[in-house]
């Protein structure tokens, strides 16, 4: 008896999202210095991103060092 689907999943079960999402929106702007270079650097390469690497990879630092993603466990 197979259980599985197509790629692997289980038929009828549906999937559940995270409490959070898997990024959190930054609703809270404690990163929007880092989210306005990123988002102006884009603005003058022509959106060409690879050049822009270092300013999102300082928007995601600020982001994961914000957001406990994965709570502590007492």
Same mark, same amino acid.
């Given at each position: @008896? ?10 009828? =079960?549906?999937? @559940?999202?995270?409490? %959070? ?5 930054? #609703?809270? #702007?404690?990163?929007?210095?880092? !989210?306005?270079? +990123?988002?102006?650097?884009? %603005? ?6 690879? !050049?822009?690497?270092?300013?999102? %990879?300082? +928007? ?6 914000? =957001?406990?993603? @994965?709570? %502590?466990?007492?």
């Amino acid at each position: @008896v197979l259980t599985g689907g197509a790629f692997g999943g289980n038929r009828g =079960v549906r999937p @559940v999202p995270p409490e %959070k999402g898997v990024f959190p929106l930054d #609703h809270l #702007h404690e990163c929007d210095l880092e !989210k306005k270079d +990123y988002l102006a650097c884009l %603005k003058s390469t022509g959106a060409q991103s690879e !050049k822009c690497r270092m300013f999102s %990879k300082k +928007y995601l630092e600020c982001r994961m060092g914000r =957001v406990c993603l @994965v709570p %502590k466990q007492t």
